[in-house]
């Protein structure tokens, strides 16, 4: 075969001509970098604080209408409070960069604070300044910080009875409703005998359960306890049971296929992949808690948020009153923020798997 031939014999290969190759991006310089902008102005942040400045420039300026014998303490104080909070929503606004560790997690609640100044404004102008919601069945929002200054003690001594109360009935209750649903979920013969009972007395509010409750117990302190272990037994079981019902049959199979033991398979198969269930149960409970603990405190507790509420009304002081409401609302809102907390921690290896 001549040269010629065997250069356009099809064996031979025939060369490709190869792409060229891109150009290498630069690497931004340092200049580059610096230009770029660090921080961007927190918007919302300064309409905030524009709010709370109108907010205590009107409750300042705007005299105070005369109602009767009720005199508006801390109307000053009130007004120097809004305007400590603008300034600090101005700092933050303009300056973003250098409180960056404080501004990201207020910038989500820039609308909320505009929100919240508007509120109190219409607040104070339909009670202290225009008098049009009558006293003293409605008083501004300076009433709350005499209640707390003068009747603090009063107050934390009640806040931590209804805590205290409220830990020991909902850690009975939780404990208990976890075991009962586990067993029900995992014995057919145990969900025979117990889910009907569940199912008729679960409904029934526990509050209903209250005079008969004082007849069996030796005092009101127990009989709270106990109807708050009750409210809060039930969701927790009936979650807990429909958690590890629902957990798949493949798991048991893999997991019995490797010689694992019927206490492996509870502990290590069916509880974990019930957790999520048992913690929507506990959100459930820790609500109907709240409200048996306030009735119970109201009608037969000598102590407690729900007794201050009683007694505040029963003295016709009704801005103690909303000084326990608000103060009842942020440490309810305060444990249901623990418990998301202790649910992320807990269900970390779940992330991205659980939607809630």
Same mark, same amino acid.
Do not use: C
């Given at each position: 075969?001549?040269?010629?031939?065997?250069?356009?014999?099809? #064996?031979?290969?025939?060369?490709?001509?190869?792409?060229?190759?891109?150009?290498?991006?630069?690497?931004?310089?340092?200049?580059?970098?610096?230009? #770029?902008?660090?921080? /961007?102005?927190?918007?919302?942040?300064?309409?905030?604080?524009?709010?709370?400045?109108?907010?205590?420039? $009107?409750?300042?300026?705007?005299?105070?209408?005369?109602?009767?014998?009720?005199?508006?303490?801390?109307? &000053?104080?009130?007004?120097?409070?809004? $305007?400590?909070?603008?300034?600090?929503?101005?700092?933050?606004?303009?300056?973003?960069?250098?409180?960056?560790?404080?501004?990201?997690?207020?910038?989500?609640?820039?609308?909320?604070?505009?929100?919240?100044?508007?509120?109190?404004? !219409?607040?104070?102008?339909?009670?202290?300044?225009?008098?049009?919601?009558?006293?003293?069945?409605?008083?501004?929002? *300076?009433?709350?910080?005499?209640?707390?200054?003068?009747?603090?003690?009063? +107050?934390?001594? &009640?806040?931590?009875?209804?805590?205290? =109360?409220?830990?020991? %009935?909902?850690?009975?209750?939780?404990?208990? %409703?976890?075991?009962?649903?586990?067993?029900?979920? @995992?014995?057919?013969?145990?969900?025979?005998?117990?889910?009907?009972?569940?199912?008729? =007395?679960?409904?029934?509010?526990?509050?209903?359960?209250?005079?008969?409750?004082?007849?069996?117990?030796?005092?009101?302190?127990?009989?709270?306890?106990?109807?708050?272990?009750?409210?809060?037994?039930?969701?927790?079981?009936? =979650?807990?049971?429909?958690?590890?019902?629902?957990?798949? #049959?493949?798991?048991?199979?893999?997991?019995?296929?490797?010689?694992?033991?019927? @206490?492996?398979?509870?502990? #290590?198969? /069916?509880?974990?992949?019930?957790?999520?269930?048992?913690?929507?149960?506990?959100?459930?409970?820790?609500?109907?808690?709240?409200?048996?603990?306030?009735?119970?405190?109201?009608?037969?507790?000598?102590?407690?948020?729900?007794?201050?509420?009683? @007694?505040? *009304?029963?003295?016709?002081?009704?801005?103690?009153?909303?000084?326990?409401? !608000?103060?009842?609302? +942020?440490?309810?809102? %305060?444990?249901?923020?623990?418990?998301?907390? =202790?649910?992320?921690?807990?269900?970390? @290896?779940?992330? %991205?798997?659980?939607?809630?």
């Amino acid at each position: 075969m001549t040269t010629a031939e065997n250069i356009l014999s099809p #064996r031979s290969p025939v060369p490709v001509a190869k792409p060229p190759r891109r150009a290498a991006r630069p690497a931004s310089t340092p200049l580059e970098k610096t230009a #770029r902008p660090a921080f /961007a102005v927190w918007w919302s942040g300064l309409a905030a604080a524009l709010a709370w400045l109108a907010l205590g420039v $009107l409750t300042y300026i705007w005299p105070n209408k005369p109602a009767g014998f009720n005199d508006w303490t801390y109307t &000053s104080e009130f007004a120097g409070l809004a $305007l400590g909070v603008a300034a600090v929503l101005l700092v933050l606004g303009l300056a973003p960069g250098a409180t960056a560790a404080v501004t990201s997690r207020a910038r989500p609640a820039g609308p909320w604070l505009i929100v919240l100044a508007a509120g109190l404004a !219409l607040w104070e102008i339909l009670t202290a300044k225009l008098g049009l919601l009558p006293p003293p069945f409605f008083a501004p929002p *300076q009433s709350l910080i005499e209640v707390y200054v003068s009747d603090w003690p009063r +107050l934390l001594d &009640s806040a931590s009875n209804s805590l205290q =109360l409220l830990a020991i %009935g909902v850690a009975l209750g939780s404990l208990t %409703g976890f075991l009962v649903g586990v067993l029900i979920g @995992w014995s057919r013969r145990a969900s025979y005998w117990i889910h009907p009972v569940l199912r008729v =007395l679960g409904p029934l509010p526990t509050t209903a359960l209250l005079p008969i409750s004082f007849y069996f117990f030796p005092s009101s302190w127990s009989t709270a306890v106990f109807l708050i272990a009750l409210g809060t037994g039930f969701p927790v079981a009936i =979650l807990t049971w429909s958690g590890v019902a629902g957990v798949n #049959r493949n798991f048991y199979d893999v997991a019995r296929t490797l010689g694992a033991s019927p @206490w492996f398979l509870v502990l #290590r198969v /069916a509880i974990p992949a019930a957790l999520p269930q048992v913690f929507v149960g506990l959100f459930m409970g820790l609500g109907h808690a709240f409200a048996t603990l306030v009735v119970a405190e109201m009608l037969g507790v000598k102590s407690g948020l729900g007794w201050y509420l009683t @007694w505040a *009304q029963g003295w016709a002081s009704y801005p103690n009153m909303y000084g326990a409401l !608000l103060l009842m609302a +942020l440490l309810f809102s %305060g444990i249901i923020t623990l418990l998301f907390l =202790l649910r992320d921690r807990v269900l970390s @290896w779940q992330k %991205g798997t659980v939607k809630w």
